[in-house]
């Protein structure tokens, strides 16, 4: 089955500045990468997702990125707001694609 | 608009007592899924439906089932909470299996267990 580790699982970035989270997988046929953010007491939401066809996507302030050689990929976010504080959680499919399986997350506490 | 609704928000039950946790889901998603989320945890999936077809994970206690009697409707029941079954849960909801389309979450039920 899948291995999905997540990296770090706390994170303290001052407002304005970057912040990356990494994630490592092990089932080399994984083909899709989604982040979802939760912020706290709410649903975990999609935020950005990426598939094994290309290296990196974006979205205005976040970005993923993929190493399919590595197994790995990473989230990016530029700029960042007190709004972006939150758990983010990776996550990669197994048993042939179908289910999901999610990191440990990281809290991300962004300072003003 | 809620699009995934899960009744009630917060529920408490006693120990051995059975409870039930309601979702439904406004999107005609295809795909409905259970998650139990711990404190500080990854969400961690404890079944799904593709339409009626169940599908149980190995490692999910038979103490936890799951009905799903219409295309909006599911539920959790777990049997005989013990206090190791307070979490989140979560249900989720997709079009079509799990990498093929986005997963919509509902906002929780918070359960404990005195």
């Known amino acids: 089955g899948e291995n999905v580790e997540q990296h770090p699982s706390t994170l303290s970035v001052q407002e304005g500045d970057s912040a990356v989270i990494k994630c490592t997988y092990s089932d080399s046929a994984s083909n899709y990468f989604p982040w979802y953010k939760q912020e706290l007491g709410k649903r975990p939401q999609l935020i950005i997702d990426i598939r094994s066809n290309v290296g990196e996507k974006k979205d205005q302030r976040i970005a993923v990125t993929l190493n399919k050689t590595a197994k790995h990929f990473s989230l990016h976010i530029t700029e960042t707001q007190p709004e972006d504080s939150a758990v983010y959680f990776c996550a990669a499919p197994r048993n042939a694609g179908n289910m999901l399986t999610f990191g440990g997350g990281t809290r991300l506490m962004v300072k003003p | 608009d809620a699009m995934v609704i899960q009744n009630p928000r917060y529920q408490v039950t006693q120990f051995g007592k059975p409870v039930t946790l309601s979702c439904s889901q406004t999107?005609?998603?295809?795909?409905m899924y259970w998650y139990q989320q711990k404190s500080s945890q990854a969400p961690k999936l404890l079944f799904h439906?593709?339409?009626?077809?169940?599908?149980n994970e190995a490692d999910t206690p038979d103490n936890f089932q799951s009905r799903r009697p219409n295309t909006s409707f599911c539920f959790l029941d777990i049997r005989s909470p013990g206090l190791g079954d307070a979490a989140m849960y979560l249900c989720a909801t997709s079009r079509d299996l799990g990498t093929r389309s986005e997963q919509y979450f509902g906002p929780g039920t918070r359960l404990t267990v005195t």
């Open positions: 439906y593709y339409d009626k077809d169940f599908n």
């Open positions: 999107l005609n998603h295809n795909v």
